[in-house]
């Protein structure tokens, strides 16, 4: 079992940045992928990032360059640098983990089977 909750979320100008966290307990075993997702409503649910459990990271195209992923495992924190936001930014944001997964090359909703609740972002011109 691991419990996830996100926080950091708000309202910001565009070009603005935000760092959303993700506090993960429950689970205390070897190193996992963690991910971030996103839904803007009225849309289906988007991978925006995800880091493995050798650290290595993948991004949607989307926001190359703009987010960065990253996870200090001494806390048990996964985090969302977010850079130059936009407007099309806009979205809840979900951190989503599973303990059985080490390694993937696609960001999918379908690899995960533990979620936090989620933190609004919101980006204004």
């Known amino acids: 079992q691991v419990q996830l909750v996100e926080s950091g979320g708000g309202s910001v100008q565009a070009g603005g940045s935000l760092r959303l966290s993700c506090a993960a307990s429950?689970?205390?075993?070897?190193?996992?992928?963690m991910g971030w997702f996103r839904q803007a409503p009225g849309k289906e649910r988007e991978g925006v990032a995800a880091?493995?459990?050798?650290?290595?990271?993948i991004y949607a195209d989307s926001v190359k360059g703009r987010f960065t992923i990253s996870k200090d495992n001494a806390k048990n924190t996964l985090y969302l640098q977010m850079n130059s936001l936009k407007p099309e930014d806009t979205a809840m944001y979900y951190c989503?983990?599973?303990?059985?997964?080490?390694?993937?090359?696609?960001?999918?909703?379908?690899?995960?089977?533990?979620w936090g609740q989620g933190t609004q972002v919101t980006v204004f011109s």
């Open positions: 989503a983990a599973d303990p059985g997964l080490k390694k993937s090359t696609v960001i999918s909703g379908w690899l995960y089977n533990y």
């Open positions: 429950g689970y205390t075993g070897s190193s996992y992928c």
């Open positions: 880091i493995n459990s050798d650290s290595s990271t």
